[in-house]
Every structure is written in structure tokens, then in C-alpha cells.
């Protein structure tokens, strides 16, 4: 069983999966997206008494919080028992063009000059992150949701808004990939 498990799996069977839990979140009138889940904790800490953003119903979003906690605990037993040790396989052109950045070919999930210690704990991978977060966060509450809120739940449920941000969300990744990448490393 282990082994069936950490084979790659089609294309196909995660859409698959994606299209059935999106047919039931809209049957039942749900939106899926990671975002919602810091204000839903926030409403749940009390923060709706002090700011009228977090002052709603939120304990109809409880099944949310559980998703996050099954993506993380699932993420954290992934890791523990089915890690394999073999690195990302990504294709020969794409390892090609990070070379040609100063990045070497990954020998785990992620190349190391982005998201090695040493490069994180420098002063320039510090202010990358930290100004990749802070347009994260301050991107997905202007859109009024994050890619996966987008991306799968809004377009599921065929609203134009989630449209315009997805295709800001690629344009943004074709501008960071061939114009500010390229300047960085």
C-alpha cells in the first residue's frame, strides 16, 4: 500500500478529486480558500469586538479550520512516513534556466540558494521573504481571496471576479519569473 501511495498519481485523479469536493462545497452552499481561515481564527480569538472585519458568524466556517489542520497534519505525516528522499523532478529546461540564475539543480523540495538557511538568515533573502509575504497578505485581502479561494472555488462557481484575479495572479508569476527573478539572483 505504501508503495502505491508514493507513486506520482495522474493528473486526472486530482481533478477529479478537486471537481467532486467543489461540487459538494457549492451543493451546500460553501467557498473554499486558504485566506479565510486567518480571519475565521481571528473571530474565533475575539478580534470582532475590536474590529468589524472579524465580526461575523464564524463558526460556519469551522469546517475550514479542519481542512487546514488536515492539510498540515497531512503535509507533517507525508514528511514523517512517506518521504522518499529523492529530490523534486522538474524538467531538464527549467533546471537549465535557474542555472543560468546562479541556482543549482534541487537535490530536495526546494533549491537552497532561495530557501536555504544561510539564504534566508542574509539580509537580502530577508527582505525578499519578507516583502513576499507582506504583497502575499497584502494581495490576497485586496483580492478578496487567495489563489486556491480563486482559482478553484470562484471559478467553480463561475464568478467573473475570481477570473480577473487568476489572471492577475499568472501575469504577476510571468512578471516575477522573466523580469524581477532575473534582477534578484
Known sequence: MIEFITQ???????????????????????????????RTICA?????????F??????????????LIGAVLGGF???QFLDTGAPVQISQETIQDLSKLGISEPDSLQPIEIFG???MFS??????????????????RYAGGCTSGHAISGLSDLQFPSLIAVI???????IMTFLIMPLIF
Do not use: Y
Not at 123 to 140: C, D, N, P, Q, R
Open 8 to 38: 506520482p498519481w495522474s493528473w486526472w485523479f486530482s481533478g477529479l478529486m478537486i471537481s467532486g469536493i467543489m461540487f459538494f462545497l457549492l451543493f451546500f452552499g460553501q467557498s473554499f480558500g486558504f485566506s479565510s481561515n486567518l
Open 44 to 52: 474565533a480569538a475575539g478580534l470582532g469586538k475590536t474590529n468589524k
Open 54 to 67: 472579524f465580526d461575523f458568524n464564524w463558526r460556519g466556517q469551522i469546517w475550514n479550520i479542519v481542512f
Open 77 to 79: 505525516l507525508t514528511k
Open 117 to 119: 538557511t544561510d539564504a
Open 123 to 140: 539580509l537580502k533573502g530577508f527582505l525578499i521573504l519578507a516583502f513576499a509575504g507582506l504583497m502575499v497578505g497584502f494581495g490576497s
Open 168 to 174: 492577475g495572479f499568472f501575469l504577476g508569476g510571468l
